[in-house]
C-alpha cells in the first residue's frame, strides 16, 4: 500500500489536482484496458471527537477538534503521522456538522493524501509544529511534457515559485488557480496556505462535499474522486487505501 516506487511515480504524474484542471496517469492504453471497472466506495469510518467540542466547531481549528489519544492509538495503527491524521480526522468531524447529508469519512481523506504525497512525507519533506510541510511540496512542471497537462503560470510564481508554468502544491497537490478559488482556513490563522496541512485537507474535503451530495454511493463517490483527479486508476488507489483502513479498524 506505501510503496515507494508507488508513492513517487502517482507524485511524478501530480496525482491530485482539484478541479477541472488534472494530470492523467502514465500507465499503458493495456494497463488501462485491462481494468476499467470503478471502485465500490469504501467503508466511511468516524472520527472520535473531544467531548467539548460535539456541538459548534466554527471557532475551533480543525487539528483540535479530534480526540488525542483516538488520534495516537489510530496514526500508529495505519503508520500515518499523527499531525496529518489529526486533520484528516478533524476536517471530517467539520464537514460532518456543516454537511452531515455528504457522509465524509476521515479514511477517504487519508487515501488522497497517502496517494498524493504520503500524507506529506514525500521527498523527504515533513510537517513542522504548525503544521506545514517543510520543505514545501511542489509537484512537477505543467508543460506538456509526455504524460502532463500544459497549464501555462496563474499565480506569478506566488504558490509553485515557476512564472511560467503551473505546478501543483502542497500535500493535498492543489493547482495555484484552484487553490485560489477553493481554499478554506482550517486552522483559523487568517491565512489559507496550500502548504498547510489543515488548509489542504479542510479545502480538500468541502470541494469533495462540492462534487457529490452522498459520499457513501458507489457512483458519487467514484464522480468526486474522479473530478479531483480524472482517473480511475486514481480513484482505485484511493479507494483501495481508505478500505484498508476501515477493513484494519474493523478486526480490531
Known sequence: MRNTERRAAAHRTA??????LFLMGCGSN??????NEPPAAPQKM???PVEEHTEATDD??????????WVE???AEHAIPQRALAAYAGAALRIAETRPECNLGWNTLAGIGSVETSHA???DSGLNALGVAEPAII????D???????VEDTDAGEYDDDEQWDRAVGPMQFLPETWETHAVDGNLDGEMDPQQIDDAVLTAGVYLCETAEDLTDDDEWVSAVTTYNQSLEYARDVAGIAESYAGDAADQ
Open 139 to 142: 509537484g512537477p512542471l505543467l
Open 60 to 69: 475551533v481549528p480543525i487539528a483540535e477538534l479530534a480526540d488525542a489519544t
Open 30 to 35: 493495456d494497463d488501462a484496458q485491462e481494468d
Open 15 to 20: 496525482a491530485v489536482v482539484i478541479g477541472a
Open 73 to 75: 492509538e489510530t496514526a
Open 46 to 48: 468516524d472520527a472520535e
Open 121 to 123: 512525507s514525500i521527498d
Open 144 to 150: 506538456g511534457s509526455e504524460g502532463v497537462m500544459e
